[in-house]
């Protein structure tokens, strides 16, 4: 009988073995390097073609999983698999990195050890959104601060190694927490990691901690996520790494990596501690909000275009967040449906603007003024990202939004109108960065601006597309979510609305 091909496991080490492949490439042919980077990560994005073919969104559980001993002596092992939620942020992550590649063609002078530092970061998410074995998660959730770190302290601009020691501190610090907390739930498990053996013993009643310490764990998975998602108060990391990293960095880090932390929230924090994240969800939730207001209002004042996108961001990890700690099935499907449409519509309008910066060599607005009389397509396509951002209906935001206003609003209404509320926030933020940068009189210097060259183009066309048809028609992906949100996610009926 021929054994099936372990694809979880080629997809996550073929961009491993491939930055190994790029170092060996001679020096002397930086071209010959970025060109093995691309094609490894195409290669990348077929694997995970396959597995979406494969996948079967119906059934419950965990696909193509696969289980070996890895550390028998403390109880881990190397258990991957995925289901619905894992599935979308897979071929997301896949699929970005051909394109960031493809726009950070020329970001760096000697590219080997550039591009090889994407592709390992792309391996250790890949490996964190597959794992099953909590000591796996781990080791890979904290292995991706290494090739990040480089990224950002590098090839970043003059303050990038302050704000990389700043992410990689508070990120150490969080994760500090969580392996306290991974040791102890090891021990109360009987000694294993095993993912899916510590929820049913949970479930059954075999986990019994007292629930005071069971709070406890979940504080420590809850703030290492928080962190890396970043949630309000724990953000501060974000906004300088932002505006220090190239917008390719950049964009790996908020579309992909802080995705893992609202990723953890909603597998670990709700499955392993159900009890403890229904006491903590008022509160969860009303940071969320807090974050979708804060961080629309601080953008309207920043002079700065990332910190602009920055802010943003932080507000749209907010609904995300909001969706998920709304523990409704609607709710946890936009809060997956929004990782997805806000990691597409961050790195479309985070390239745009890197690519108009890079033209200007400022990033500050004031310097700017009427691009689209000398640069109509960069215009453009900045306006079609921007509402995108903004949420605009007919593209993929928008629904992601929606479902989460939906489900929040049967539990929360009063938290569900605020959150809805500040889009109008959001709105006044997109569409005043516009005007100062597109439109009005051309600034002295804008004349050097010129448009979206072929590279680019091929680099945000796919995404702009994709805006487009997932904002049109989104079945396709919540295909895939809804059975995995039923099947795994703690989401709890709306109780009835009371009848006077």
């Known amino acids: 009988m021929m054994t099936q091909l372990p694809l979880l496991s080629v997809l996550w080490l073929a961009p491993l073995v491939g930055a190994f492949v790029v170092l060996a490439v001679p020096g002397g042919r930086p071209v010959a390097a970025k060109y093995t980077a691309v094609g490894v990560s195409l290669a990348g994005v077929v694997i995970a073609g396959v597995l979406v073919v494969r996948f079967e969104p119906n059934r419950p559980g965990y696909q193509f999983v696969e289980s070996h001993s890895w550390l ?3 109880g881990a092992g190397y258990v991957v698999g995925v289901d619905g939620v894992a599935m979308v942020l897979v071929v997301l992550t896949s699929g970005l990195m051909p394109l960031l590649l493809t726009a950070g063609w020329n970001d760096a002078e000697r590219p080997h050890g550039y591009v090889a530092l994407m592709l390992v970061a792309e391996s250790t998410m890949l490996v964190s959104l597959v794992a ?7 080791v890979s959730f904290e292995a991706m601060l290494i090739p990040m770190f480089f990224l950002v302290g590098r090839y970043g601009g003059a303050g990038a190694p302050r704000a990389a020691l700043k992410f990689l501190l508070y990120s150490l610090f969080g994760g500090l927490l969580m392996l306290a907390a991974l040791i102890f739930l090891n021990r109360a498990a009987a000694g294993t990691f095993d ?42 990391w974000l906004p300088g790494l932002a505006v220090e990293a190239t917008p390719v960095t950049a964009v790996l880090m908020m579309a992909v990596v802080d995705k893992i932390g609202t990723f953890g929230m909603l597998r ?19 940071l969320s909000v807090v974050a979708i207001g804060y961080g629309a209002l601080v953008a309207i004042g920043q002079s700065d275009i990332m910190r602009v996108i920055a802010y943003t961001s932080i507000s749209h990890f907010g609904f995300i967040v909001l969706g998920i700690f709304a523990m409704t099935e609607q709710g946890q499907s936009g809060a997956t449906l929004y990782m997805v449409n806000h990691g597409v519509a961050t790195a479309a309008l985070l390239l745009i603007a890197g690519f108009l910066v890079s033209r200007r060599g400022t990033r500050l607005i004031a310097d ?38 939906v489900g929040t609003f049967g539990r929360y209404p009063v938290f569900a109108i ?17 005007q ?56 709890e009926p709306v109780p009835p609305p009371r009848r006077g």
């Open 72 to 74: 028998p002596t403390f």
């Open 132 to 138: 099953l074995d909590l000591l796996l998660f781990f």
């Open 195 to 236: 993912f899916r053996a510590i929820v049913a013993a949970v479930s059954s009643g075999a986990i019994a901690p007292t629930p005071a310490v069971m709070h406890l764990l979940f504080l420590g998975f809850m703030f290492a996520f928080a962190v890396k998602a970043p949630l309000w108060p724990l953000h501060t």
């Open 268 to 286: 670990y924090c709700l499955q392993l501690f159900p009890g403890s994240a229904i006491l903590f969800r008022p509160f969860v939730i009303a």
């Open 368 to 405: 700017y003024g009427g691009v689209q009389q000398v640069a109509p397509v960069l215009a453009g396509t900045f306006l079609i990202a921007g509402m995108a951002s903004l949420a605009l209906p007919g593209l993929a935001p928008f629904v992601s939004e929606f479902l989460v206003l």
């Open 418 to 434: 605020f959150a809805g509320s500040a889009l109008v926030l959001s709105a006044i933020c997109i569409l005043w960065l516009y």
């Open 436 to 491: 100062r940068l597109m439109t009005g009189p051309r600034s002295e210097g804008d004349a050097p601006v010129g448009d979206l060259r072929p590279r680019e183009l091929a680099a945000v066309a796919p995404l702009l597309a994709l805006l487009v048809v997932l904002g049109c028609y989104p079945q396709p992906a919540l295909d895939v979510i809804n059975p995995a949100i039923g099947h795994t996610a703690l989401a």
